[in-house]
């Protein structure tokens, strides 16, 4: 591995190069950078694996040149050298890319060669992912041109009218399907943008790909079926029941099918999907109805806390269950209006209130589509947009964004968002009363912390525990403690640390882990920074703790 230091001090790097035995542990030193721009010049002509950046030089400083590198193709790894008093930097350095830092004061050979070490193993992790994607990549080019894609989507449109037609096409591609009782069941995958969100822009295809092959295993136990994708977020089963004429064998059959389906995406991709089912067809031509009806039903998931099996049989004419009597419109809308009303006077309470009776009703009329219902969040959000910035000065920028409502696949996630929106900007209205009183939801997190403080916590999980989103929580948490999240979450844990270091026998990697440390390095670095002393020395000496509680 070809290393790169970069640091102004000259002694600091001639003493790196000199003093340490690069070869014995696989690396090699190809040339040093005085500032940052120096650096990036080197980088482009060396092409180093790994650099050792100091954050603190002239001209360009570590943190600019590694904001630059992330615009690279395929940059460098950085392990930034920085200073008891940069820890600042040092976060905003890993936030920016990083893969870690070495505190200068207590750099020793060993700290070094454990960072390059860690370097390493993550750049051949990367190399082995980037050559496994390539190939699935490749994969997934040869199974671009099929036809028989191209087919079922013709077939689901409409665009194949004669029987006749479809039977050759169906001959042609070993189409496993007969009539009569052909039925259409249509998912989507639940929490849609979160999913898509643990791929990478141009490697969404993946996603799909996976599903394919996964539907391709698990219904080959199945006779009579087929599978395609029609949309974005939208995949059809078509399943024919020639051989069965009892209508609970049939129904038994397809809770069999759903079943499957599910547990397995769920199993080998962690994803949860919701089906939608139409009635039973007689011929071949009803695919587009049937696959209209699936979609259908499975859009009235829409309305249900959580998404799950509907069958279009069920609705008998096809309505949504629940559905009551026409909504009065007139009614409808002076209610929006009413609450944009209550938005401008701050009549907080109130306003919770209608919200909640207005969602309640249109859940249970069901007659508004989910478009419909974003018209309304989205007019409500700007209501509350307007009233934070106006009364509270706070920029628009900062406000939680309206594309969060489109991503939203419940109509109860419209109406969280929205009361979320209603607490937030009641929130900054009363920021010096607030002050003085803990949020209750911030309370939530702390005991949260106090009580699974050894598990592996982070934002997602406390974010969701409580039902904000996380910039949000962030932000919120600092105003109410007065430190960042991990900062607590790491001062906590440093003194559970306290009473296994005084009265237990247990290894100090040890202690770490119980109290939820990653690493032991991570664990010192906490300790120290918090106590004063490493771990090491405040057992040998518990009165260290009081000194430092007295300086």
């Avoid at 900062?398 to 009641?426: D, G, H, M, N, S």
Wanted: glycine letters at 4%.
């Amino acid at each position: 591995m070809k290393i790169l230091i970069a640091d102004d001090e000259s002694y600091m790097r001639m003493s790196l190069k000199t003093s340490l035995n690069w070869e014995a542990y696989g690396f090699q030193v190809i040339g040093d950078a005085a500032h940052g721009e120096d650096a990036l010049v080197k980088i482009a002509e060396l092409k180093p694996d790994i650099v050792l950046m100091d954050i603190k030089m002239p001209i360009m400083d570590g943190l600019q040149a590694l904001e630059k590198l992330q615009g690279w193709n395929d940059p460098p790894k950085v392990i930034m050298l920085s200073s008891y008093k940069e820890f600042e930097y040092v976060r905003e350095g890993m936030r920016l890319g990083a893969v870690d830092y070495i505190h200068k004061p207590s750099l020793n050979e060993a700290g070094i060669f454990d960072a390059l070490r860690r370097a390493r193993e993550t750049i051949m992790r990367e190399r082995k992912q980037t050559d496994e994607i390539e190939n699935l990549r490749q994969n997934a080019e040869r199974v671009k041109p099929n036809m028989k894609a191209v087919f079922f989507k013709e077939w689901s449109e409409g665009a194949i009218r004669h029987t006749w037609e479809i039977e050759d096409k169906m001959k042609e591609y070993d189409v496993r399907l007969q009539a009569p009782n052909l039925v259409c069941f249509a998912f989507h995958i639940d929490q849609f943008s979160k999913v898509r969100k643990r791929y990478k822009q141009d490697m969404e295809y993946l996603l799909y790909f996976s599903i394919q092959n996964i539907l391709s295993e698990v219904l080959r136990k199945f006779d009579e079926v087929e599978f395609f994708q029609h949309r974005q977020n939208g995949f059809a089963i078509l399943k024919s029941y020639s051989s069965l004429r009892s209508a609970q064998s049939i129904y038994n059959e397809q809770w069999n099918l759903i079943k499957t389906v599910q547990n397995a995406l769920h199993k080998f991709m962690n994803i949860n999907v919701s089906f939608g089912i139409s009635a039973l067809h007689l011929s071949l031509l009803d695919v587009p109805l049937a696959l209209k009806e699936a979609e259908k039903v499975l859009e009235s998931n829409f309305y249900d806390k959580e998404s799950g099996v509907i069958f279009y049989q069920l609705e008998g004419t096809g309505s949504v269950p629940g559905k009551k009597e026409d909504l009065n419109k007139h009614a409808f809308e002076k209610k929006v209006q009413q609450i944009k009303l209550e938005i401008e006077n701050e009549q907080w309470e109130r306003i919770l209130g209608s919200m909640g009776q207005l969602f309640e009703e249109l859940r249970q009329n069901r007659q508004l589509s989910k478009q419909e219902m974003l018209r309304i969040a989205t007019y409500l959000h700007y209501a509350f947009s307007r009233a934070c910035e106006t009364e509270t000065g706070l920029p628009i920028d900062e406000f939680p964004a309206v594309e969060e409502f489109f991503e939203a696949e419940t109509q109860q996630q419209i109406y969280e968002l929205l009361v979320q929106e209603a607490e937030y900007v009641q929130y900054k209205k009363n920021t010096n009363a607030a002050s003085q009183k803990m949020n209750h939801k911030i309370r939530l997190v702390i005991d949260y912390i106090h009580e699974y403080y050894d598990r592996d916590l982070n934002l997602e999980e406390l974010s969701h525990y409580v039902g904000l989103n996380h910039s949000y929580l962030s932000r919120l948490f600092k105003e109410q403690t007065g430190m960042v999240l991990i900062q607590y979450i790491n001062q906590y844990r440093v003194n559970k640390s306290l009473d296994l270091l005084i009265n237990s026998t247990m290894k100090t990697y040890e202690i770490a882990e119980r109290v939820g440390f990653k690493s032991t390095d991570n664990f010192y670095i906490a300790f120290k920074r918090l106590i004063g002393f490493p771990p090491n020395e405040v057992r040998k000496n518990p009165e260290l703790i009081r000194e430092s509680e007295t300086m």
